[in-house]
């Protein structure tokens, strides 16, 4: 176990070292993380060398909610292999606490993907984006949105999330105290990945 510390939020992390997923389990994600990457949606902040962006998918027929998501620190990749994918197979929202498996840790915002899947059992995927000018133009035309004073990562962002996608299986948030911070999530890849893809439409015709 092990804490990072940003000078904010803490993270309480277990990471157990596994064997690399297999294609089939990543291949969706992958396919739209593709699509997502090449509109800069997911990347690095260049000045800062700092990562954006992380997607997951539930795994189906489990008694427990587990999901797969794409390891921290994975932004500025162009393609990932299943090293670059990781198994959320528990966590505690109230302790902050992830539980991990794979050849790299969860993304940091791993949480706030719980979070969102507790809302409903429809819900099967969860995309996290960054871009600025959607990202104001989602605050400036009031669409959903946590708070300022909510940091990403915190016990308060996985309750305001979860009033934001009760009762909603598909949607699109901002997070206004995570700059550029853009959730959508849906019952399918392809519902989560076109929710972003319409965003883009709309505001860069
Ligand atoms: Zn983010």
């Keep these: 176990m092990s804490e990072i510390d ?11 070292p596994s ?8 291949s969706g994600l992958e396919h739209w993380r593709k699509k997502l990457y090449h509109l800069k949606l997911i990347g690095e902040y260049p000045d800062v060398f700092i990562g954006y962006g992380n997607l997951s998918q539930k795994i189906l027929g489990l ?8 390891a921290t620190q ?20 109230e302790k902050n606490a992830i539980f991990a498996k794979g050849c790299m840790d969860a993304s940091s915002e791993a949480l706030t993907h719980a979070a969102i899947y507790e809302c409903s059992s429809d819900i099967n995927v969860v995309f996290h984006i960054h ?10 035309e009031k669409y959903d949105s946590t708070a300022k004073e909510i940091p990403y990562g915190t016990v308060q962002m996985a309750k305001a999330v979860k009033q934001i996608v009760s009762g ?3 949607g699109l948030f901002a997070m206004a105290g995570h700059l550029d911070g853009i959730v959508s999530w849906g019952n399918t890849l392809d519902e ?8 883009v439409k709309k505001f860069n015709p």
């Design 6 to 16: 940003d000078g904010v939020i803490k993270y309480e992390r277990h990471f157990t």
């Design 19 to 26: 064997p690399a997923l297999k294609s089939d389990q990543y």
């Design 63 to 70: 008694d427990h909610l587990e999901f797969i998501i794409t």
């Design 74 to 93: 994975t932004g500025k990749f162009q393609d990932l292999t299943g090293e670059h994918y990781t198994i959320v197979e528990d966590y505690d929202l």
């Design 131 to 140: 871009d600025n000018y959607l990202w104001n133009k989602m605050l400036e």
């Design 168 to 170: 909603k299986t598909s």
């Design 192 to 199: 989560a990945g076109e929710l972003i893809l319409q965003l």
